[in-house]
């Protein structure tokens, strides 16, 4: 019986250890989310205060790209250059902050990295010369289309925006598959040279009902080159 009982009593304590190590044993994080292959790539240049030029969440400003690498410290206003990189296998775009080398984390309340979702399988990404705005061209199945991202919310969520989601573009549907796009600058006619060369822009496309409150974007009135910009999307099939 002594036997048994210390052959129960040493079973017990090894079950006890058993259990001590499980408990204390340090659990293993769960991996974090990282840019994977991309597709396409396009540069924006962004803006923000001085004061907040190191706030993630700070408001950013479009510049025209050749307004970065900031050179001027007298303007009150920080300028980085950044890339939109199309991450086809998640459906989502990321914002890379290139002078810094960091992804920039698109929603702070999530774990991780998040980036900006969009329809599944973007393909290609481009963006207007002066930065308002960018275009990203998705082959989901059965859906293939074109996406329009205000550059007012590619970064980090202010507390005052509401949370991105795909339906919080504008978007378009497409025939077919799209391939590579490039966006084109338009001249306005004029009638004789003392015509402004903006006086033919509908007017309906800067009133105050065309604008999204929480992502604005007016193309009419971004600074660059005059003239009505076009995007040209290539069909391939």
Known sequence: MKIQHRIVSAAALWLSLGALSACTRTPTPPPLRSLRGMTDSSLLCLASLDSQADDPAAERFARPIDACPDYDSTDGESRSLHALVTQPETGEVALVDVQRGAVVDAERTLPGLSFLPVGGNPVSVVSTPGGSASFVATREAGKPGIYALPTSCVGTRRDDQPFVDVTSWAACRLPAEPGAMQILIDPL?????????????????????????????????????????????????
Do not use: F, H
Request: overall charge negative; charged content about 20%.
């Open 189 to 237: 006619l004029r009638t004789s040279c003392a015509d402004p060369i903006n006086s033919a822009v509908d007017s309906s496309a800067t009133s105050p009902s065309a604008q999204r409150v929480d992502c604005p974007a007016n193309l009419a009135e971004e600074e660059g080159p005059l003239g009505q910009r076009k995007l040209l999307v290539a069909l391939p099939t």
